[in-house]
Every structure is written in structure tokens, then in C-alpha cells.
């Protein structure tokens, strides 16, 4: 290898380092694979407040499902990603998701009603003893 090839080689593996170093004193989520995974890298305490974000459909027929995201085309973390936006306008944010259900399972239930809600476990040195839901938003079919 050339003392050139060597020096740009070093300098990569440096320059690396170095983005490391600063990702993990100074970044955030966002900076990944060069800044810390916020879930990877705290403790969580063993008494507390779990939160786990759900959907629940009601069909023409009556039948109440709890919905996947999965049926929406979409992963929890992009909709947990725009909870913000509930404050505006939180029926517009499940309809969009309803939309977004009709388009990427046609022929799946229709929906005449949709709640958007978060089950929220009460933890005691870990272990859930009891649990709380919270409605976030509602849509209903016109």
C-alpha cells in the first residue's frame, strides 16, 4: 500500500472516531448511527407509566377490531411520530389514517368508526398493576 493509500485510510478511520465521539456526546436520535438511540442508551424506572399507542375500528356491521398499523400501510413509530399534530386537528389525523386503510387494504372492513387511544400500564418494580386507556381522537363516518 502507497503512503498515500495509508494516510487516506487513517484519515477516514479518524474522521470516524471523531463523529463518534461527538454523536455520542452531543447527538440525539436523529444523528444514528453517530449519535446515541435514545431507547438503547437510559434506564427506565421500574415504577411508572408505559404507553403503547392502538387503534381501534368499529365495521358497518357493529363488530369492534382492534386495527394493526400494519392494515394501514404504516409502523406505530410514524404515527406516534405525529401525535403533535393531534392538537390541531385530531380528527382530520384519523381520518387520514382510515383513508390510508382503504387504500392499502381494499376489500378489507369498512369502517363507520375509529378511535385512536394509548393503553397506558401502571408499573410497580416492573410489573403492570393496572391499566388506563386514554382516547386521543375519534373519527366517525358522516
Same mark, same amino acid.
Given at each position: 500500500?502507497?503512503?498515500?493509500?495509508?494516510?487516506?485510510?487513517?484519515?477516514?478511520?479518524?474522521?470516524?472516531?471523531?463523529?463518534?465521539?461527538?454523536?455520542?456526546? =452531543?447527538?440525539?436520535?436523529?444523528?444514528? &448511527?453517530?449519535? %446515541?438511540?435514545?431507547?438503547?442508551?437510559?434506564?427506565?424506572?421500574?415504577?411508572?407509566? !408505559?404507553?403503547?399507542?392502538?387503534?381501534?375500528? !368499529?365495521?358497518?356491521?357493529?363488530? =369492534?377490531?382492534? !386495527?394493526?398499523?400494519?392494515?394501514?400501510?404504516? #409502523? *406505530?413509530?410514524?404515527?406516534?411520530?405525529?401525535?403533535?399534530?393531534?392538537?390541531?386537528? %385530531?380528527?382530520?389525523? =384519523?381520518?387520514?389514517?382510515? *383513508?390510508?386503510?382503504? #387504500?392499502?387494504? &381494499?376489500?378489507? %372492513?369498512?369502517?363507520?368508526?375509529?378511535?385512536?387511544?394509548? #393503553?397506558?400500564?401502571?408499573?410497580?418494580?416492573?410489573? &403492570? !398493576?393496572?391499566?388506563?386507556?386514554?382516547?386521543?381522537?375519534?373519527?366517525?363516518? %358522516?
Amino acid at each position: 500500500m502507497t503512503a498515500r493509500g495509508k494516510i487516506a485510510r487513517l484519515s477516514v478511520a479518524a474522521l470516524t472516531l471523531l463523529a463518534l465521539l461527538l454523536g455520542t456526546i =452531543v447527538g440525539q436520535d436523529d444523528h444514528f &448511527p453517530f449519535g %446515541p438511540l435514545r431507547m438503547f442508551s437510559i434506564k427506565n424506572e421500574l415504577d411508572g407509566r !408505559v404507553r403503547s399507542l392502538e387503534i381501534e375500528g !368499529v365495521t358497518e356491521s357493529g363488530e =369492534v377490531l382492534l !386495527v394493526s398499523f400494519e392494515e394501514f400501510g404504516l #409502523r *406505530r413509530a410514524d404515527v406516534e411520530g405525529q401525535l403533535g399534530k393531534l392538537e390541531e386537528a %385530531p380528527e382530520d389525523v =384519523v381520518e387520514a389514517l382510515r *383513508r390510508a386503510a382503504e #387504500r392499502f387494504t &381494499p376489500g378489507g %372492513p369498512t369502517f363507520v368508526r375509529l378511535r385512536l387511544f394509548e #393503553r397506558i400500564f401502571v408499573l410497580d418494580n416492573g410489573t &403492570p !398493576v393496572d391499566q388506563q386507556i386514554e382516547t386521543l381522537a375519534v373519527w366517525r363516518s %358522516p
